[in-house]
């Protein structure tokens, strides 16, 4: 079993759908949670970043962590084309580069 | 502009011929490592460094190399690829401290061997 998993995908939407991308995980030591997003034939970048449980919100993107389920959560609201992207979540025990654990990543199209 | 970069971009080789992806960051980062990325099994990481001479073994080290002799550069040596090294290869680099860690990607490496 992977330590991370997430659904592959792809995740098919219209535009200004909301879409729930998700990753549930098995070490109850990981404080630390990210998102990416990857866009075709370019590397990943950081998107969202929460610390522990709650929830966090950007612009049209919402993180949530729920440690006691172990998952976590990306919302994204009034979806657009532009969105349309692999979206990685990453997660670590501590604050430091060196350990970082990756989902596989969901492929998501927005449809104009 | 801040950016990662590395070469080359797209790479076709045989199995057995020593070959080495060079990396570069202009952000004055003391932390940089090495992915590699395979469907399905997401970002792997391969090596990582956290600073000049200072290096260490990441998930999946077997079969590659890396050394950190100056602070901007991070080359990933393949001594002997096989094909199971075929993948994608992404250079990362980052802060040693901050929230998030954001770490900075570079535009990746396809290198596929045969």
């Known amino acids: 079993q992977k330590e991370v998993e997430q659904d592959p995908g792809p995740l098919s939407v219209p535009e200004g759908a909301i879409v729930s991308l998700n990753c549930t995980y098995s070490?109850?030591?990981?404080?630390?949670f990210m998102w990416y997003r990857q866009y075709s034939r370019k590397g990943p970048e950081l998107l969202m970043y929460?610390?522990?449980?709650g929830n966090k919100e950007d612009g049209r993107f919402t993180a949530q962590v729920d440690k006691s389920s172990k998952y976590i959560s990306l919302f994204i609201r009034d979806s657009q084309p532009s969105d349309s992207a692999t979206y990685l979540c990453a997660m670590s025990e501590g604050n430091a580069g060196n350990m970082l654990t990756f989902g596989g990543g969901t492929r998501l199209m927005v449809k104009p | 502009e801040a950016q990662v970069t590395q070469n080359p971009r797209y790479l076709i080789t045989v199995t057995g011929k020593k070959l080495t992806v060079t990396c570069s960051q202009n952000m004055n980062h003391e932390y940089m490592s090495w992915y590699r990325q395979d469907p399905g099994l997401g970002l792997r990481q391969i090596y990582y460094s956290m600073n000049v001479e200072v290096t260490d073994k990441g998930d999946v080290p077997e079969g590659y190399k890396v050394s950190r002799k100056e602070k901007r550069n991070f080359p990933l040596i393949l001594e002997s690829p096989s094909p199971n090294q075929t993948s994608l290869y992404f250079c990362?680099?980052?802060?040693?401290?901050?929230?998030?860690?954001?770490?900075?990607f570079g535009p990746g490496t396809r290198l596929t061997v045969t």
């Open positions: 990362a680099s980052s802060t040693r401290t901050g929230p998030g860690y954001e770490q900075y």
């Open positions: 070490n109850s030591a990981f404080q630390y």
């Open positions: 929460t610390y522990s449980s």
